[in-house]
């Protein structure tokens, strides 16, 4: 950027105080919210066990009404307690019908989740150690093992016979040629 040319300072939409009422006020207005709904709850649990469970006038009853009351409500207890578990199976048994159908569905199109993996690094040693168990005892220095050139000896073992190489083309052709390498490997095994 040239140095007469100075970037003007972007000035908010909202300022900040605007910004700070705007929370409060979004705040408030959660919180009654949530206060309107939890009064909603209590009064929909207040409504279903007035249905349920009307109150029970237990004064003037003699010891017989009372234990035909306690037995009614024992008799009550356990049908709702039945009508629980019988609930809870069909919601186990649901869930379980759901997995598998999902596990269908993932086998059907062929895709399965595949886990989040991390990167660790690891020495070529340490997979060494990993793969050959107790047998690895040589380093992995690959420079040791590399075996030593020497510029001179390079230039020895070249042929001077590399001028034209369409004549070695020419003398190797055919039959003549492959009987005179034939020769030439049989040669110096005698």
């Known amino acids: 950027m040239p140095e007469g040319l100075v970037k003007p300072e972007r000035k908010p939409k909202i300022s900040a105080s605007r910004k700070l009422m705007l929370k409060s006020l979004m705040v408030a207005k959660a ?23 009307p109150p029970l006038n237990m004064s003037g009853l003699s010891l017989g009404q009372l234990q035909d009351l306690c037995r ?28 598998d159908l999902n596990i269908k569905v993932l086998d059907l199109r062929g895709k399965f989740k595949r886990p989040n993996l991390r990167r660790v690094r690891v020495s070529a040693d340490a997979i060494l150690r990993s793969l050959l168990g107790s047998k690895h005892k040589v380093s992995m220095d690959l420079r040791a093992n590399l075996k030593s050139v020497k510029k001179e000896d390079t230039e020895k073992k070249r042929p001077v016979e590399d001028s034209d190489w369409r004549k070695n083309v020419e003398a190797m052709s055919g039959m003549e040629g492959r009987k005179k390498m034939f020769d030439a490997a049989k040669g110096p095994a005698q």
């Not at 307690?81 to 649901?94: F, H, P, T």
């Open 31 to 53: 919180k009654e919210e949530l206060e309107q709904e939890i009064l909603v709850k209590e009064e929909e649990k207040h409504r279903y066990l007035a249905e349920r469970a």
């Open 72 to 99: 009614e409500l024992h008799a009550k207890i356990d049908v709702v307690d039945e009508e629980r578990y019988d609930i809870e199976a069909k919601v186990m048994l649901n869930t379980r019908e759901i997995k």
